[in-house]
């Protein structure tokens, strides 16, 4: 399977009594994004894809769809998980619903 096929196959929920989403191939469950919510916020704490998915596009699949979902909830984003850090780096796009403490906001 190649990595783009892997892509197509990918189907991701948000399974809310577990707290994570899950990203699926075929039913088999190859990666999870943890996260911890409250009203108005959800902090992603742990992202994790199955090592024979790895490369795949698992991940990238799983944080777009999360924060397409929080986006549409209007929630502000709080990136606890390097992988979820470094994801909403290399996408600017997503930098708009991160969440900023009242501390860092300039006036």
Known sequence: MTAGEAAEAIVVTDHQQKRQYEARVDGEM???AVYLR????IAFVHTEVE???EGRGIGSTLI???LDQARAEDLRVIAVCPFVAGWIDR???YQDIL???ASRVKD
Do not use: L, T
């Open 99 to 101: 969440y900023v403490p």
């Open 30 to 32: 190859v990666g999870r």
């Open 91 to 93: 996408h600017p796009a």
């Open 38 to 41: 409250r009203p108005g916020v």
């Open 51 to 53: 090592n024979a998915w």
């Open 64 to 66: 777009r769809f999360a």
